[in-house]
């Protein structure tokens, strides 16, 4: 289906050109002419304006429409919403190159383009009221609303999103600037409220236009107003002015953010905000010990808590508050990819280099133990980088995935055709150590020149050992990575397990400044140029979305495909050769994923009956019901 029916509204242009037809017939061209501007009719012709932008295929929602389906468009409005953070935080710049921004510093920014949550890549006016571009997509017209405006009234102009764009290339993060500049040469103001991106030719234009519809809209004279000390990649105590339905309200540093609901937020009445916004303030508590948290919980010092942690979850909520049905326990449907979390080796560090080690090291983690012993079995063991989806590569490559992976000729691993994509293995969930996979383990290290010596420590040639350093934050994490650590060390590594403070693994993190990491790649249904910042070739010195640094010929050309893809099934068929590929490079360790939501919250707290697929929509879906918050207080269960 064409992108004029996906997009509706095509748009018919003419233009005679009397003087330019007087001058073809007087040399003779007249016949040449009427094909070319056959050509060029038809190319103008098609000219596609729309409420929204589909990457592929229709807008599920009409021009018009409501509101969203997810929501509860009767939803009340007030109460507070309160959650926990963990850590600490320094800074209200989310963009900053250094420090820690507060939880929710980012979300008064909004974007000519909202996303829905029950489509994935698909994408709705609301700074925009509509665009307009050719079905080329060689360019994008981004028609504003005239009533957006910013938190001090000043209204939100097509010279604010010009000025946003090329500050982000400017002072934003390196491998974004360098990917944006090669795709998006130029943006301009066309009036007031209209405003253009050009796109470079010669490349996919797919995911462009949703790319510059997500960008987030800064205000120009703020920044300006002191140009020195308001830069986007500087920590600053200032929270900037956005457009957003909620604004900064009070703060104590490394304890609690408060964000209150502007009255006069602009969008109210938008039919993409109906039902959505709904609490008087939002507040977030900051701890640095997560048992702290726990039992700041079960006070009701603050009321809602999306668990992470199995333990937890398994022993930790049998609380009187819960026994006496004022806190309830919920496990939702998550319809989104798992993030492709895992324990990433740094592959700029040369004990990685040797794929034989980095096997060992994947053998060395016992997951059917770690979930059964320590996270009481309530997660699944990861495969894929896209895993339980359509884009996970599962048995033989066949068809279009075969043919893109024999593209890559040599730069290729000749078993990556041959076999099935590498897996997690298997282990035996009654002990820590698997004696089988520290046999294979054992046997790989050897091969890949890595000898035990005298002192059990495994050296190469050169006499250095094999050492490991595993860094972390997160002293929930100690129970798990303790184990596999001590795995580590009975196959001769003389490996170290660090936790240091939050703000010294930012660092260190962002610096790759480390041997293993727990961390992870953010997956989608419609991946597109992002990938170039997490796998690309470009990037990988210096990318903070590639913590490993991964990168190769095998990989660059696989993002090209995906890139272009102007069909799902071209997509498909190499986002399944690309997940192949980054498995058999076994620079992570694949580990657990959950496929649910646990939430657990003071009974005032209501969701709409139909939730998104793609989003729990706490922070703006969700709501306060009045009379279970005064119940709760008359109860004494909360103050």
Do not use: C
Request: aromatic share 12%; glycine share 6%.
């Amino acid at each position: 289906m064409s992108r004029a029916r996906a997009n509706s509204l095509a748009a018919t242009r003419t233009d005679p050109r009397p003087l330019m037809w007087r001058v073809l017939a007087l040399s003779g061209l007249v016949v040449l002419a009427l094909a070319a501007m056959t050509v060029l009719a038809r190319a103008e012709d098609k000219i596609i304006t729309s409420h929204g932008f589909s990457e592929f295929g229709d807008l599920k929602y009409p021009a018009g429409f409501a509101h969203f389906d997810y929501v509860n468009p009767d939803a009340p409005r007030g109460g507070e919403l309160s959650y926990a953070a963990q850590g600490t935080f320094d800074s209200f710049n989310p963009y900053a190159k250094q420090g820690r921004a507060a939880a929710g510093s980012g979300d008064q920014y909004e974007s000519l383009l909202i996303p829905a949550y029950d489509e994935p890549a698909s994408y709705y006016g609301l700074v925009a009221e509509s665009l307009e571009y050719p079905e080329s997509q060689d360019w994008v017209i981004f028609n504003m609303r005239p009533e957006a405006r910013f938190s001090d009234g000043t209204p939100v102009t097509a010279e604010d999103v010009v000025f946003s764009h090329e500050l982000l290339l400017e002072q934003g993060l390196k491998s974004y600037a360098e990917a944006v500049r090669k795709r998006i040469p130029k943006a301009e103001v066309l009036d007031t409220h209209r405003v253009k991106f050009h796109f470079a030719p010669d490349i996919s234009r797919r995911a462009l236009i949703s790319q510059v519809g997500g960008t987030p809209i800064f205000s120009k004279a703020w920044f300006m107003a002191d140009p020195e000390n308001r830069r986007l990649d500087e920590p600053r105590n200032e929270p900037g002015i956005g457009s957003g339905p909620y604004v900064l309200d009070s703060y104590d540093f490394n304890r609690r953010v408060v964000y209150l609901r502007n009255q006069d937020y602009w969008g109210d009445a938008i039919n993409v905000n109906i039902g959505r916004n709904n609490y008087e303030t939002m507040r977030i508590e900051y701890f640095t010990d997560s048992i702290a948290a726990m039992e700041a919980f079960k006070a009701g010092e603050f009321t809602l808590r999306q668990e992470n942690n199995s333990k937890n979850w398994a022993t930790s909520y049998d609380f009187p508050a819960v026994a006496k049905g004022w806190v309830r326990l919920e496990e939702l449907t998550d319809g989104d990819v798992p993030s492709a979390t895992g324990f990433i080796m740094n592959m700029d560090r040369p004990q990685f280099q040797d794929i034989r080690v980095r096997e060992a090291i994947q053998l060395a983690f016992n997951f059917e133990w770690t979930n059964e012993s320590l996270q009481y079995g309530l997660f699944q063991q990861r495969h894929s980088f896209w895993q339980g989806t359509h884009l996970e590569a599962t048995g033989l490559p066949e068809g279009r995935e075969l043919e893109v992976l024999q593209a890559l000729g040599d730069a290729l691993d000749p078993a990556v055709l041959t076999g099935e994509p590498v897996s997690a293995h298997s282990s035996n969930a009654d002990r820590q150590s698997d004696r089988r996979n520290i046999r294979r383990a054992m046997k790989l290290l050897d091969e890949a020149g890595w000898k035990v010596g005298d002192d059990g420590k495994r050296r190469n040639a050169g006499g250095q050992t094999l050492k490991v350093e595993f860094l972390s934050d997160q002293p929930t994490l100690d129970r798990i990575l303790l184990p596999f650590v001590d795995n580590m060390k009975r196959l001769g590594i003389d490996a170290k397990y660090e936790r240091i403070d939050p703000s010294q693994f930012t660092l260190r993190r962002r610096e790759r400044d480390f041997d293993m990491v727990y961390s992870g790649y953010q997956t989608s249904l419609q991946p597109s140029t992002g990938l170039y910042q997490q796998y690309g070739s470009e990037a990988a010195a210096y990318s903070v979305f590639n913590p490993a640094g991964i990168h190769g010929p095998d990989i660059e050309p696989l993002i090209d495909n995906i890139v272009a893809a102007t069909e799902a099934d071209e997509l498909q068929a190499n986002v399944r050769a690309l997940d192949r590929v980054l498995r058999a490079k076994r620079f992570l360790v694949p580990i657990w994923y959950l496929g649910k939501h646990w939430v657990a919250y003071w009974d005032m707290y209501e969701y709409p009956e139909n939730l998104p697929p793609y989003a729990l929509g706490v922070e703006d879906l969700w709501w306060v019901n009045a009379d279970k918050a005064a119940a709760l207080k008359a109860d004494g269960a909360l103050r």
